[in-house]
């Protein structure tokens, strides 16, 4: 499975962004893709995944409410719609992807066995 991120860039606090992730390769139903995010310093988290078969989605406690994952099967690309931006925000975006993932591990960043090179957000004050 092969990922390409994009669509990071500068914002202000309050503004939009919306990442995408184009998914190549050997997928199934089976298959779940997220987004994970790391902060200078600070370790990788979770932000949001969707699963490919129900379309069932989990998102990390920062990102709810303001943030939607959603899939377009037809382009085969994931998306990340990011509102009401926070300065806290501003990190490099990953996309990750994996072909079974079960619920506990969802949002462990080690469930995921591939990733795709990262997107940097910036949000200013």
């Known amino acids: 499975v092969q990922l390409q991120a994009c669509g990071g860039g500068l914002v202000q606090a309050g503004g939009s962004l919306r990442l995408s992730c184009a998914v190549s390769?050997?997928?199934?139903?089976?298959?779940?893709t997220g987004w994970f995010r790391q902060a200078p310093g600070k370790e990788r988290e979770f932000v949001a995944t969707i699963r490919w078969s129900g379309g069932n989605t989990y998102y990390a406690d920062s990102a709810k409410g303001r943030f939607t994952i959603s899939r377009n099967s037809a382009e085969n690309t994931v998306i990340l719609q990011m509102n009401n931006l926070r300065p806290e925000d501003t990190a490099v975006y990953y996309c990750?992807?994996?072909?079974?993932?079960?619920?506990?591990?969802?949002?462990?960043?080690?469930?995921?066995?591939?990733w795709g090179q990262g997107t940097l957000v910036t949000v200013s004050s």
């Open positions: 390769g050997r997928t199934y139903s089976s298959t779940v």
């Open positions: 990750a992807a994996d072909n079974a993932i079960g619920l506990a591990t969802i949002g462990i960043r080690s469930a995921y066995k591939y």
